[in-house]
Nanobody, 113 residues
Framework: QVQLQESGPGLVKPSETISLTCSVSGASITTPYYHWTWIRQPAGKGLEWMADIDYDGSTLYDPSLRSHIHISRDTTRNQFFLQLTNVTPEDTAVYYC?????WGQGTQVTVSS
C-alpha cells in the first residue's frame, strides 16, 4: 500500500516562489517504472497534470507550465517536490501527488494579496 502526503504553504502572495512536498511511504521513489506525478485542481475545474519525475530521476513537464515549475526529489527522504515560481491567483488550486492509482489527500494553495 503506497501512501502519499502532500504539504505546502497554504496561503501565499502573488509573485512568491513556493515549494510543495510529497512524502511517500510504502514504496521507494526509485522503484523501477514508477512515475511520480504532481496534479492540481482549481476550484470548479478539472484535474491538470503538471509534471512527472520518474524512478530514474528523469522529468517530464506540461509545456505550458515548464517555465513556471520545477519538479525534483530527495531519494534519502523518499520525497519529491514541486516548486512554483512567480505564483499568480491562477495557481490557486488543490495540489495532489500521485503514483499509479494512489493519491495523496491534496494540499490547498491559495494565492492572494
Amino acid at each position: 500500500q503506497v501512501q502519499l502526503q502532500e504539504s505546502g504553504p497554504g496561503l501565499v502572495k502573488p509573485s512568491e516562489t513556493i515549494s510543495l512536498t510529497c512524502s511517500v511511504s510504502g514504496a521507494s521513489i526509485t522503484t523501477p517504472y514508477y512515475h511520480w506525478t504532481w496534479i492540481r485542481q482549481p476550484a470548479g475545474k478539472g484535474l491538470e497534470w503538471m509534471a512527472d519525475i520518474d524512478y530514474d530521476g528523469s522529468t517530464l513537464y506540461d509545456p505550458s507550465l515548464r517555465s513556471h515549475i520545477h519538479i525534483s526529489r530527495d531519494t534519502t527522504r523518499n520525497q519529491f517536490f514541486l516548486q512554483l515560481t512567480n505564483v499568480t491567483p491562477e495557481d490557486t488550486a488543490v495540489y495532489y501527488c500521485n503514483v499509479g492509482h494512489y493519491w495523496g489527500q491534496g494540499t490547498q494553495v491559495t494565492v492572494s494579496s
